[in-house]
């Protein structure tokens, strides 16, 4: 019995000391976001909700009625969970005291996204994960077929194959994949998943998506309305709350942008060197190199990667309007257009990045690594080689989730800024847009 409650007194000194520190990190972060200038009106909505999960460290703002379901990646359709009377809540972190954590109980070389996730498990310390009834697990690396297994010990785990082709058998299986995951929701929540149903939660993730493309427009503008990092803050808030309710706070933002335009107003009145960002996921709170991106000279002006845009950016098209024809438009959206490095032929990558280079008018690429994911590092090559053909300069970031680094990604970032702004002056730049 003693020994018991000295564990028990370790133990709880330990979470103390967990919540401390995850709490004044988070909480460092978005006071950095929030010192950035520029911020649109109804900033605030979407700060306050990352506020609320990773510093109140509460669960998502939903009925206590709803079951919240855990998803790890853009490839689990929302529109299932919606159906089944759920809500889904997006489970990847970019925490760095969970990061440690995990750090002691997952591989050295395991990317710094799964130890987070083996962290917050383990600790149970996050409503967001602990309340849960069940999570979905698409397997995009081995990383993440690992982390399923590792799941499936605290809480009920689903996992997702996905295919390394785009074919219309593969498309097939995963139909049948996407059925499975009704049949499974519908015995978690008790609610049955009818094209009624369904239909209503297209509604509801098409009002998202609908104000997504007018964001996205409005970002395109020149002089820019709002800064790349606030953009991501908005995005990575989108994880945590109700697909109507970020709809409606980011119709606020939109409106407010629209009005920046209308007035001829811009984020800075200098002409900072544009920025597009891919490669590995940028999670909140690890946001350091948007926010250094900013903070030493650039703007980050494009953002190609799973945890930004690309999650809602191409809406499912309907062709049959049938139960089946709505299943299968959530397949064909899910695989067809997803540039995600898990495809073995993955040209639509090259080809989504020349359009977001000749839409946002970029002057350079930062492709970002986490330490440990292969599927990414593998493609650099390839993408330095296809941006070179255009003269546009790329750099290959790699970081973890620790703020050991920032002063060495200060220092890169800042020479790719200056080098910019040496090989591509306003004149060269126009004619390298026209070229793509």
Not at 275 to 304: C, H, Q, R, W, Y
Not at 377 to 382: A, C, N, Q
Not at 395 to 418: C, H
Not at 428 to 434: G, M, T
């Amino acid at each position: 019995m003693i020994t018991s409650s000295r564990d028990q007194e370790r133990k709880e000194r330990q979470d103390k000391r967990f919540i401390s520190k995850e709490t004044q990190t988070t909480a460092k972060y978005l006071r950095r976001i929030e010192e950035l200038s520029g911020a649109p009106e109804g900033m605030k909505t979407f700060l306050d909700t990352l506020r609320h999960i990773y510093v109140d460290m509460k669960g998502i703002d939903i009925p206590s009625s709803q079951k919240t379901i855990g998803t790890y990646c853009v490839m689990v359709p929302q529109e299932l969970i919606y159906a089944a009377g759920a809500v889904p809540v997006k489970l990847c972190s970019g925490n760095y005291t969970a990061f440690f954590i995990g750090d002691d109980i997952t591989p050295r070389d395991a990317c710094p996204l799964v130890k987070a996730v083996a962290g917050f498990k383990h600790t149970g310390l996050m409503p967001i994960y602990e309340n849960c009834s069940m999570m979905i697990v698409p397997v995009t690396c081995d990383c993440k077929k690992k982390i399923a297994g590792m799941l499936s010990d605290y809480c009920n785990v689903v996992t997702m194959h996905i295919p390394t082709t785009k074919n219309d058998d593969d498309i097939d299986e995963y139909v049948m994949q996407l059925y499975d995951i009704c049949e499974k929701l519908e015995s978690v929540t008790g609610n049955r998943i009818t094209y009624d149903t369904l239909s209503g939660a297209f509604y509801k993730v098409g009002r998202a998506q609908y104000e997504l493309s007018e964001f996205i427009r409005l970002k395109k503008l020149s002089p820019y309305l709002i800064r790349g990092t606030h953009a991501m803050t908005i995005m990575n808030a989108a994880a945590y709350m109700h697909a109507e309710a970020w709809a409606d706070a980011l119709r606020s933002v939109n409106l407010s942008l629209s009005l920046r335009a209308m007035k001829g107003e811009k984020v800075t009145n200098k002409k900072l060197p544009r920025i597009l960002l891919t490669g590995s996921p940028i999670v909140f709170p690890n946001v350091k190199i948007p926010l250094l991106i900013e903070e030493m000279g650039g703007i980050f002006a494009g953002d190609e990667t799973c945890m930004g845009e690309r999650g809602m950016w191409d809406p499912p098209v309907i062709t049959d309007n049938s139960f089946d024809g709505m299943m299968r438009a959530l397949a064909n959206r899910s695989l067809r257009p997803c540039p995600c490095p898990t495809f073995a032929d993955n040209s639509q990558r090259i080809y989504r990045l020349k359009q977001l280079i000749k839409e946002n008018q970029i002057q350079g690429v930062i492709y970002h690594v986490l330490r440990g994911c292969l599927v990414y590092d593998f493609e650099y090559k390839l993408i330095e080689d296809e941006l070179g053909k255009l003269d546009i300069p790329v750099i290959r970031l790699e970081s973890d989730y620790n703020e050991e680094d920032v002063e060495q990604l200060r220092i890169r970032i800042e020479a790719f800024i200056e080098l910019i702004k040496l090989k591509q002056p306003p004149e060269k730049s126009s004619k390298s847009r026209r070229a793509l």
